[in-house]
C-alpha cells in the first residue's frame, strides 16, 4: 500500500496536495485541512502540486 497521510487531521488518502505554510517543510494535505490552511495561512501558504497514487 503506497497511501499518504495527511499532515494535519491523519487520514489516509488517495490524493493529497502538496504544501508548505508556516514553515519550510512541505507537507501534505487533503482537500478539506488544504482549504483550511488556505484560509488560516495566506501569508506563508505555498502550493506544490496533487499527489496521487498510481495504480
Ligand atoms: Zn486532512
Redesign the pocket.
Known amino acids: 500500500m503506497t497511501t499518504k497521510k495527511?499532515?494535519?487531521?491523519?487520514?489516509f488518502?488517495s490524493k493529497l496536495f502538496r504544501c508548505k505554510f508556516d514553515s519550510f517543510e512541505w507537507v501534505f494535505?487533503?482537500q478539506?485541512?488544504l482549504s483550511k490552511v488556505k484560509k488560516s495561512h495566506k501569508e506563508s501558504y505555498r502550493y506544490g502540486g496533487t499527489w496521487k497514487i498510481k495504480k
Open positions: 495527511c499532515y494535519i487531521c491523519g487520514d488518502e494535505l487533503c478539506s485541512c
